[in-house]
């Protein structure tokens, strides 16, 4: 059997009627994608009852959430771009309720993975087991904070993109 590719390059028409688009060169929003692939990623793992993979999905979105909220930034550390925000005064900062639960939420992920080595691997970069710390995860729960998180970030960067 000869190995044929999954993947097509940019410069070939597929022919695949459910081809999954990669590339964020032809995005409307590559940002505002990515954010949305993330968020159907971790609702589909936390829906399916898988784990590990679940919480690194959430973590990741709530980076990717940060870093478009903050503009071009670098780094993993979610803690920083929280304080980031924080002294900017922005918006995520204010007294609503929800979002209130969701810089909670981003806060409970950087407790549990302050480097973004845990979820990820089946041990962290010190070796320890990943995710040692965290017995579970209530799916419900998880599924509403991750649901906030991904609306409270959609509708900021609607709003921007609508003012700009």
């Known amino acids: 059997m000869t190995y044929q590719s999954p993947f097509g390059d940019m410069d070939t028409d597929h022919e695949w009627p459910d081809a999954m688009c990669l590339s964020r060169v032809n995005c ?21 009852g898988i784990p590990q993979p679940a919480f690194f999905l959430a973590r990741q979105l709530a980076e990717l959430s940060l870093k478009a909220l ?50 990820r691997y089946p041990t962290n970069t010190k070796g320890a087991p990943s995710l040692a710390a965290v017995c579970c995860a209530n799916p419900p729960l998880f599924r509403k904070y991750v649901n906030l998180l991904f609306s409270y970030t959609q509708g900021r960067i609607s709003s921007a993109a609508q003012t700009a």
């Open 28 to 48: 409307a929003d590559a940002s505002e994608e990515t954010i949305g692939e993330f968020f159907k990623g971790a609702i589909a793992l936390i829906d399916a």
């Open 70 to 119: 903050l503009g071009p930034v670098k780094g993993h550390d979610l803690g920083t771009l929280l304080r980031q925000l924080e002294e900017a005064d922005d918006d995520l900062f204010a007294a609503s309720d929800d979002q209130r639960l969701v810089v909670e939420f981003i806060r409970d992920l950087y407790r549990r993975d302050p480097i973004g080595d845990e979820g």
